[in-house]
């Protein structure tokens, strides 16, 4: 009855969580093959433990020296819209890290940025981070310096926030995500040349929730959410399903008044989640990226009896709670996304001060970038030695509606990320998209895309491309909301 207790652990957290705090751990593929394991964290503390662990990865020979937020890979925590997150991080790394809530409009001071919203949480130390996400959706933590290590060797979760009305038969995580090893599980460089100065550096494993193409149980005749995350570094995907119909009714967590998916392209940091209806018994469903020579199977849904049912109802989601940009009575800015090969100094600013009261100098080399090879708006984020921070791309009065047209001047892809708010997409001059809301959007080589938001969180805020060796070489920037 493995399928009986899962539903049992979203049911019941408070059980759940007392078993895995003391020590208890089953691996996920005893509970839940294919799945991740969840845990309800609503009103609960939890300890985030950033800490090496050895795992063995599809594959490998040996054990790969991951970081992980405790003890497991990709930790999901659940919790209901309204309820607070309660974390606090430990640092037993050897390096300083932080939790960046990628996608929730937080204030800043949990924003988890070193030196930009927060001092970094050295090695040993720990740091409290509360909020309430004022939206429901699929979003996800993870690190803010030295990203493309940390990040690739795996420090990240999943943070669902559910909303009351939102009753599936079942939901259902899939996180995307490569990894650069070799044969013997050891670690690839994170960064090369190469790479870093184009598409980025592709990681040599696929998988899905830590698996090679896993293959998930589902109810049979059924209507699920299929929460797809593309937390890889670099990769693009273009998602699509086989053997049902599915509609598209979330774009980075925010409701979309569903249309029906051929495919999706998810650049890393993005999601996207699937309302599908599962096949009678035994049947299948396939997920798929199509961007690539040959359609890659990424896992396959299998309708198993045993998968039964954890709540009845319908697939509508609440709309988005965002406040509406009132894009005629925007101010308008144009970021352009560049190369760049000339490292900047930015010497005569005054210090930024945190939340906290800190007042920031300079920066220290894991937040300072080791080559700089990209820049918005001709600005990119300093280099080792020159390590002021640049200043704001822009200051915007609180409540003002911003429209932002990033122009891509660059052959290559750039998943562009806005902190602190949610932007609707208006327009994209190659790839068609719906006007929808997001907080990260794919710009596509030479593309110009237009988005709005209201600028109504107050702070310091990043601004940059997830794709990670593109933000760890230059591509990031920050604005300010007074
Ligand atoms: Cu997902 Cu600035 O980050
Ligand atoms: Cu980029």
């Known amino acids: 009855m493995r399928h009986y207790d899962r539903r049992a652990v979203l049911a019941g957290g408070g059980a759940f969580l007392a078993t895995q705090l003391s020590g208890c751990a089953q ?9 991740l394991r969840e845990t309800r964290i609503g009103g609960l503390p939890i300890t985030l433990t950033a800490q090496e662990r050895p795992v063995r ?13 405790g003890e497991e890979l990709l930790p999901v925590y659940r919790i209901r819209l309204g309820e607070t997150i309660d974390a606090t991080l430990v640092n037993r790394l050897k390096e300083h890290t932080s939790v960046h809530w990628h996608g929730v409009r937080g204030p800043n001071a949990m924003d988890g940025v070193p030196y930009v919203t927060q001092m970094p949480v050295q090695p040993g130390e720990s740091f409290a981070y509360r909020l309430t996400p004022p939206d429901p959706g699929t979003f996800f933590f993870h690190p803010h310096c030295n990203t493309a290590e940390q990040l690739g060797r795996g420090l990240s979760g999943v943070l669902i926030v559910e909303d009351a009305d939102d009753r599936f038969d079942d939901d259902i995580i899939c996180v995307l995500k490569d990894w650069r090893i070799d044969k013997n599980g050891g670690f690839l460089p994170f960064i090369t040349a190469e790479g870093a100065g184009r598409g980025g550096t592709f990681g040599t494993l696929r998988t899905v929730n830590g698996q090679a193409s896993p293959e998930i149980a589902v ?19 273009d998602v699509g399903v086989q053997g049902a119909d599915a509609r598209v009714i979330a774009v980075d967590g925010n409701a979309f008044d569903g249309f029906v998916l051929d495919t999706w392209r998810l650049g890393p940091a993005m999601r996207v989640d699937l309302a599908l209806r599962t096949p ?3 049947g299948k469903i396939t997920l798929l990226d199509y961007f690539a020579q040959e359609p890659v199977t990424l896992a396959t849904l299998v309708a198993d009896r045993a998968a039964s049912p954890r709540a009845r109802g319908t697939a509508a989601l609440a709309p988005s709670r965002v406040s509406n940009p009132d894009v005629a009575h925007a101010e308008s800015h144009e970021l352009k996304l560049s190369a760049s090969a000339t490292p900047s100094d930015y010497p005569d600013l005054p210090p930024i001060v945190l939340p906290d009261g800190h007042k920031i100098d300079v920066l220290d080399s894991l937040c300072s970038t080791t080559r700089t090879l990209w820049a918005i708006d001709g600005m990119p984020w300093p280099q080792t030695g020159h390590e002021h921070l640049p200043p704001p791309l822009m200051t915007l009065a609180r409540g003002t509606t911003v429209r932002l047209q990033l122009t891509n001047t660059t052959p290559h892809m750039h998943p562009m990320h806005v902190h602190g708010h949610t932007f609707k997409v208006l327009s994209a001059s190659k790839l068609k998209r719906p006007e929808h809301w997001a907080d990260t959007v794919l710009v596509l080589p030479e593309e110009r895309v237009e988005i709005a938001f209201v600028a109504d969180n107050p702070g310091n ?3 940059h491309c997830h794709i990670i060796e593109h933000q760890d070489t230059g591509m990031m920037g920050w604005f300010r909301v007074v």
Do not use: F, K, Q
């Not at 990865?57 to 937020?69: C, E, I, M």
């Open 27 to 35: 691996s996920t593929a005893a509970i839940d093959r294919g799945r």
């Open 461 to 463: 805020w990043m601004i």
């Open 219 to 237: 109810p049979p005749n059924a209507n699920i959410r299929l929460r797809l995350l593309n937390l890889d570094s670099t990769r693009v995907s």
């Open 57 to 69: 990865l599809p594959g490998a020979s040996a054990p790969t020296p991951l970081w992980l937020y």
């Open 280 to 282: 009678a018994e035994g």
